[in-house]
């Protein structure tokens, strides 16, 4: 059974950042995209960034790109999102993915708040 498990989330000023990890239990993830989505209030589920599996290269939402830096750490089984530069707009659950082929996995989510 996979478990993917988000954390660092919470309330920051516009401009300043906030680190978001996803840790991976239940088997390697060495081999899966991982990657996060967000949900904002009131809107649909929009993809944010992902990173894959061997060589790790990364892909941004437009949105994010520039501000956002994803990572992972494949002896953790863990995907970190850096995200700096924070706007209003940011604000949202974000949700931790790793998928490969058919199969794919999610979090719960952890809520980011920025305030003015």
């Known amino acids: 059974q996979v478990q993917l498990v988000e954390s660092g989330g919470g309330l920051v000023q516009a401009g300043g950042s906030l680190r978001l990890s996803c840790a991976a239990s239940?088997?390697?993830?060495?081999?899966?995209?991982m990657g996060w989505f967000r949900q904002g209030p009131g809107k649909e589920r929009e993809f944010v960034a992902r990173i894959s599996g061997g060589a790790g290269t990364p892909y941004y939402a437009d949105s994010v790109k520039g501000r956002f830096t994803i990572s992972r750490d494949n002896a953790k089984n863990t995907v970190y999102l850096q995200m700096n530069s924070l706007k209003l707009e940011d604000t949202a659950v974000y949700y931790c993915?790793?998928?490969?082929?058919?199969?794919?996995?999610w979090g719960q989510g952890t809520p980011v708040t920025v305030s003015s």
């Open positions: 993915y790793a998928a490969r082929g058919s199969s794919n996995y």
């Open positions: 239940g088997r390697s993830l060495s081999s899966y995209y």
